[in-house]
């Protein structure tokens, strides 16, 4: 009783707020009145920055296709220079470079010249940020209409025909034009998740062998090869991605192996003492997230481990990132959907695995990790 009655204390004060924030009136007077005039700011530029976060995102795009950051990288250049370089009327270039800097995506130096933002800086040479901006392009047009999207009116969108095992009967059959664009997108930032991935991991080391399951062209297993000199590698995913695979584990020698097939279909190599999931079990619905943690359960021997990262919903300070974005891409990407911390623990342990734990990563709002263990007989 004490509970349901503090809750239902907090639902008449959010009640109250929300009929006085609706009254026109009340906003006049906030955005006047002193104590609330800076809040009520703030959240009038949030609520444009909702409205306004298209049109931004396709400044950085402009930015990316016209190679702005890589041409700034040596130093700031005059307009005159940067419009010749980029084709665009001085008009146009002022209006982007305008925009771009508001955004701080660009800054404004001496002498009437334009440098890199601190923003903008980290974008020269990062090949797989650069390719993920120019793949938005897709979601928007599948975003386009929100609410039939939503309603799920069947209709093939331009993601589910880029992931094109999100909603194929019979993955394993796909071709190798079918997986060839998703796969290099994501290698492009695939080194960057293994990197905080494994330090999250250092335990690496310990293992005898890895098998990473989804391992796409094998960028993740490159990554734990240099860590663990005698690890052995297994890499598992769809027949014409793990043949793309093997070109860049070839260099590991015997140490590598690539196995084509589907999880859905076909049982998990065996061998590993140690399964990899990374930014693959989101892909999934729950049926199919189930059954592969159970295939994975099955594969490891007793006392293996399971590792599995991925973005999550509910992360503080990044609920946006795993809530909004991941939620509706993965919508218009026709499978799967993000899950919470706690969410992924019950699952695990449906699966029968035990002694979960978590791994800090220094940019959870991209991948958080979670370690699990297939107990040991009594």
Known sequence: MAAAGRASWRDRALALRDRLVAEPRFRRWAARFPPTHALARRRAGALFDLCAGFVYSQVLLACVRLKLFDMLREGPLPLADIAARTRLPEEATARLLGAAVSLRLLDRRGGGRFGLGPLGAAMPGNAGLAAMIEHHAMLYADL????????????????????????????????????????????????????????????????????DVGGGDGAFLAAAAARAASLQLILFDLPEVAARAEARLAGLGRRATAVGGDFRADPLPSGADLISLIRVLHDHDDAAAMDLLRAAHRALPAGGRLLLAEPMAGTPGAEPMGDAYFGFYLLAMGSGRPRSEAELRGFLAQAGFARVTARRTRLPLLVRALVAERESPL
């Open 144 to 211: 386009s209409d929100p609410v039939a999207l939503l309603r799920g009116s069947g209709e093939e969108t331009a993601l589910s025909r880029y992931w094109a095992y999100a909603r194929a009967p019979f993955p394993a059959t796909l071709r190798g034009d079918q997986v060839a664009d998703y796969s290099v997108l994501m290698a492009a930032s695939q080194e960057m998740i293994a990197e905080e991935v494994l330090d999250a991991f250092p335990e690496v080391v310990r293992h005898r062998c890895l098998l």
